[in-house]
């Protein structure tokens, strides 16, 4: 079933339950993946779904982060709300030791060290566990592990 297909049939079912915020953050998401379509001028494949979904998880973080720090409460948890929504369309995330293992086997199989191979480690990392790991996880071990 395409994204598209499944976030609408999620829609009619939310419509059903007359589960609001449910609705009201599926049809943004709908929106955002036919903007995505029109700017490429083809379907957006699952991977392009995925940066969708993580990209709108991501603002959606960032946006409850001012509104805790304006005492905005109720706008902040409106928000994770809606992230934890988006986040049913992602794959499980990794375990951070899978995370590790991964890094260690890739940096001893390539020979890398310092802090110039940390772009390499990044690419094939994000590469590897697309939608399932944060850059910044992966960043941050990469560090520990060539620093």
Known sequence: MAPRDKIQADVAAALK???????????????????????????VDE??????????????????ELYDKGSRSELADKERTEAEILAAYLPPPIDEEEIRAAVVEFIDGEGLAGPQAIGRVMKEMMARFAGRADGGTISRIARELLL
């Open 17 to 43: 339950a007359r589960d609001t915020a449910r609705v009201s953050t599926l049809r943004l998401l709908i929106s955002a993946l036919d903007n995505e379509r029109i700017a490429r001028g083809r379907e």
């Open 47 to 64: 991977a392009g779904f995925m940066r969708l979904v993580q990209k709108a998880i991501k603002q959606r973080k960032e946006a409850a």
